[in-house]
């Protein structure tokens, strides 16, 4: 009787490990140049795809919170998320899903993490997950010290 109790969640963990996940193919959209997404709106394009994002309304600071506004055409989106990485630099993990906000677009609070070496080059990562693939766009931006 032990030994059945002992092999059930191995005979359970094998056959999870049997599914296929299905891997929507993915594609990286051109992000404009010249764009500091706290200024002004900013767009990456590709294949009939616009991602428009734009954070905060002014200055970002590190642990301070703002808005999230992104606009998407030619895709139908069921799910966006937004990451903060630095190029070259672990920062953990500070990824925020966006939310559907009836007018078109999707919406959310962010707050940058502090970076311990000073550094303020960052890059906002945007993920849009459609039932028929994955888009990624990275916007470079700058903050305040």
């Not at 709106?41 to 309304?57: D, F, M, P, T, Y």
């Not at 937004?82 to 925020?96: H, K, S, V």
Request: hydrophobic share 40%; net charge negative.
């Amino acid at each position: 009787m032990h030994r059945s109790l002992f092999l059930l969640p191995l005979l359970l963990m094998a056959a999870c490990g049997t599914e296929q996940a299905t891997q929507l193919p993915q594609r990286e959209l051109r992000v404009e140049s010249d764009c500091e997404v706290h200024q002004r709106s900013c767009a990456a394009i590709g294949g009939g795809v616009r991602i428009e994002l734009r954070l905060g309304k002014g200055e970002l600071k590190a642990l301070s919170p703002f808005p999230v506004r992104l606009e998407l055409e030619g895709v139908e989106a069921h799910a966006v998320s937004l990451e903060f990485n630095m190029p070259g630099m672990e920062m953990g993990q500070n990824r925020y899903r966006l939310l559907a906000d009836g007018a078109g677009g999707w919406s959310g609070e962010a707050m940058l993490p502090i970076c311990s070496t000073g550094r303020l080059d960052w890059l906002a990562v945007v993920v849009v997950d459609s039932s028929k693939e994955r888009l990624s766009a990275n916007f470079p931006f700058h903050t305040q010290p």
